[in-house]
């Protein structure tokens, strides 16, 4: 299959909501996806972008994307995240995924990232086996914690 | 105990390495700090800082610091995350540590952050049991994936 991957550009963003809605269908959780096109387009594409994307396109049509973005340790340094990376169920196991990874750790070492990190459902035996064959490691023992909307009005209304 | 809280500046960098050290010695991990002061100068202060970070005072000295960076959710946005809280042994458990929080909330509150995310390692039931009171949702079941400088090299020289 002919495909290639490119950073995504303000046209790909409805395209790329269509495809994290795919995916949020696809874990059964169809409302989970509060943004909407304009808000992938102001937090991606404004002077201080909050993320960078590639997308795989495929006969013309994006099929996969990569969302990044970059963090910060207090060990490391530079460090960049993959956030999400999703590729449309029909092309699953046709090496689009593998493209992006690869692309995203190509701009991990252009920017000076000392790590490239992602997260995995721990019951995932076939991605983390992936994972380690191509030389990551991989920490347990850690949960998130997470305050959302009405956790952060919740806990500002205590103070 | 009489404290102010308020956003480092390039003059604190300095404890600001010396308290990320001293937490990193606690951890038995002594030489896990690869930044110098300099890189968190570099990362911090330049045009597109790479962290916002709120130190605690106390009679004119930090003994605490917070350090934040923005992440974006796909299904939410804009996210704050609070990658280190460290209050310096001596000080710990006379409130300087939920200062800080209460402070970083209050942050991604104004920045129109959708949710703050931090992580817990998943036996310290005391902060986990603190961190529910404050409102936050434990979210367990994910590993962390990472390449280090050698890992992206291998991965790269695979390519």
Redesign the interface.
Known sequence: MQFSIRPATVNDMSRVHEL?VEL?VYEK?PD????CVD?LIN?GFSS?P??HCFVAEVNGKVEGIA?T??????????VL?L??LIVTERLRGTGLGTALL?EV??Y??QLG???????????NESA?SF?KK???????????????????K???S??
């Open positions: 994290i949020a959780e989970a996806v509060k943004i808000d937090y201080q909050e993320f969302l973005y970059k963090r910060f340790s207090t060990w490391s340094g530079l995240h956030e999400d690869d750790v190509k991990g070492n990232a000392k790590r490239v990190t992602w997260v995995v459902l721990d019951w983390i994972y191509k030389g990551a490691a991989i920490y347990k023992g850690w949960d998130w914690v997470s305050l959302d909307e009405q956790g952060i919740h806990y500002l205590k103070l």
